[in-house]
């Protein structure tokens, strides 16, 4: 199978088959070694050639991603691996023979060690274009490991940034409220041994709707950058499914721990250890260790980033740009049983 890219630095002839493709680029069309067929698009396949010559040459993509945390050191690149930034790199860099600074591979957000992902977003970026999103898409999931997949990849406006363009985030926190734990929902739900008050942690829940400062509820982090502990939560809801209460919020951005830090002080309500209007009380505070003496950080194999917000704008693709990718199917054309 052909991983059909686009270098336009010159664009080579147009190349009607495989082996002059081959001839063109030197020969290297394999997979197996990561190298790709450098074929220009033809009018034919619908890709406008005003795409392959955005600003200075430079392509950003946008991808959807999903994972199960369990077993990596969170979202954010680091020297020693494994993190989810550092597999997707190794898999760009083996099909785009791009370095991490030229990819330029960036996250809405951090996710912590054990915290999963539905809707996680990220751009990075390409010299050349690629008139096929197919490929690509199916080379990056045959490499990455299988915790991790990328659900969708498109063409993203070179105006368009993972991070600073997000309008809001959702995220949702499982708890698994029966006697006895589920096998199956171990590593992905938190085991509250405590009948909850569901009603009251909906009360309590409230308080958190609205623009606040939400210092109280943020850890220490031990980094330059100064973040905003003024934060607009737009819903936050518990949601009774069975033996599982499912917490859902959605802000439009959110400080270090601060939703497992929310999720702890919801879990000592339903606990009826504290009533549902300590949290104006936590909240007026504006202090870490007024929270930290009635509840810890509640774990993190609860927590999923299930959705990534952006206005509709933001998210059309370049005039001219190839279809969005959300994977690729296998059919059968002719299915033969064998009978003995």
């Given at each position: 199978?052909?991983?059909?890219?686009?270098r336009?630095?010159?664009?080579p002839?147009?190349?009607?088959?495989?082996a002059?493709?081959?001839a063109?680029?030197?020969g290297?069309?394999?997979l197996?070694?990561g190298?790709h067929?450098?074929?220009?698009?033809s009018?034919?396949?619908?890709?406008d050639?005003a795409?392959?010559e955005?600003?200075?040459?430079?392509?950003?993509w946008?991808?959807?991603?999903?994972?199960?945390?369990?077993k990596?050191?969170?979202w954010?690149?680091?020297?020693?691996p494994?993190?989810?930034?550092?597999?997707?790199?190794?898999a760009?860099?083996?099909?785009?023979k791009?370095?991490r600074?030229e990819?330029c591979?960036?996250?809405?957000?951090?996710?912590d060690?054990?915290v999963h992902a539905?809707?996680?977003?990220?751009?990075?970026t390409t010299?050349?274009s690629?008139?096929?999103?197919?490929?690509?898409?199916?080379?990056?999931?045959?490499?990455?490991p299988?915790?991790?997949?990328?659900?969708?990849?498109?063409?993203?406006?070179?105006e368009?940034h993972?991070?600073?363009?997000?309008k809001?985030?959702?995220?949702?926190?499982?708890?698994?409220?029966?006697a006895?734990?589920?096998?199956?929902?171990?590593?992905?739900?938190?085991?509250?041994?405590?009948?909850?008050n569901?009603?009251?942690?909906?009360e309590?829940?409230?308080?958190?709707v609205g623009?606040?400062?939400f210092?109280s509820?943020a850890?220490?982090?031990?980094?330059?950058r100064?973040?905003?502990?003024?934060k607009?939560?737009?819903?936050?809801?518990?949601?009774e499914m069975?033996?599982?209460?499912?917490l859902?919020?959605?802000?439009?951005?959110?400080?270090?721990?601060?939703?497992?830090?929310?999720?702890?002080?919801?879990l000592?309500?339903?606990?009826?250890a504290?009533?549902p209007?300590i949290?104006p009380?936590?909240?007026?505070?504006?202090?870490?260790?007024?929270?930290a003496k009635?509840?810890?950080?509640?774990?993190p194999?609860?927590l999923?980033l299930?959705?990534?917000?952006?206005d509709?704008?933001?998210?059309?693709?370049?005039?001219g740009?190839?279809?969005?990718?959300f994977?690729?199917?296998?059919?059968?054309?002719?299915?033969?049983?064998?009978?003995?």
């Amino acid at each position: 199978m052909l991983l059909a890219t686009v270098r336009f630095a010159p664009p080579p002839p147009r190349v009607a088959t495989a082996a002059a493709a081959a001839a063109a680029t030197g020969g290297n069309i394999s997979l197996r070694d990561g190298a790709h067929c450098a074929v220009p698009p033809s009018e034919e396949d619908g890709v406008d050639m005003a795409w392959a010559e955005t600003a200075e040459g430079a392509y950003k993509w946008r991808m959807v991603i999903a994972y199960d945390g369990t077993k990596f050191k969170g979202w954010q690149y680091q020297p020693s691996p494994p993190t989810i930034q550092c597999c997707i790199e190794n898999a760009l860099t083996c099909i785009t023979k791009l370095d991490r600074k030229e990819l330029c591979l960036i996250g809405s957000g951090r996710t912590d060690t054990g915290v999963h992902a539905w809707g996680q977003v990220a751009h990075f970026t390409t010299p050349f274009s690629y008139h096929c999103l197919d490929s690509i898409h199916s080379a990056i999931n045959g490499l990455l490991p299988h915790e991790i997949r990328v659900r969708e990849i498109s063409a993203a406006k070179p105006e368009f940034h993972a991070r600073t363009s997000t309008k809001s985030k959702i995220y949702h926190y499982k708890i698994y409220n029966g006697a006895v734990m589920d096998p199956f929902h171990n590593l992905y739900a938190y085991h509250s041994v405590y009948k909850l008050n569901s009603q009251a942690m909906r009360e309590a829940a409230k308080h958190f709707v609205g623009i606040h400062d939400f210092t109280s509820f943020a850890n220490a982090v031990h980094n330059d950058r100064v973040r905003s502990p003024i934060k607009k939560i737009m819903r936050f809801d518990v949601i009774e499914m069975g033996a599982i209460l499912q917490l859902e919020v959605e802000g439009t951005g959110f400080l270090y721990r601060q939703v497992r830090n929310m999720v702890a002080l919801l879990l000592q309500v339903g606990r009826e250890a504290l009533p549902p209007d300590i949290v104006p009380h936590i909240i007026a505070a504006r202090d870490r260790r007024e929270l930290a003496k009635v509840a810890l950080s509640a774990p993190p194999h609860g927590l999923y980033l299930m959705a990534v917000n952006y206005d509709k704008e933001m998210l059309n693709p370049p005039e001219g740009a190839p279809p969005i990718s959300f994977g690729r199917t296998h059919q059968i054309s002719k299915c033969k049983l064998l009978f003995y």
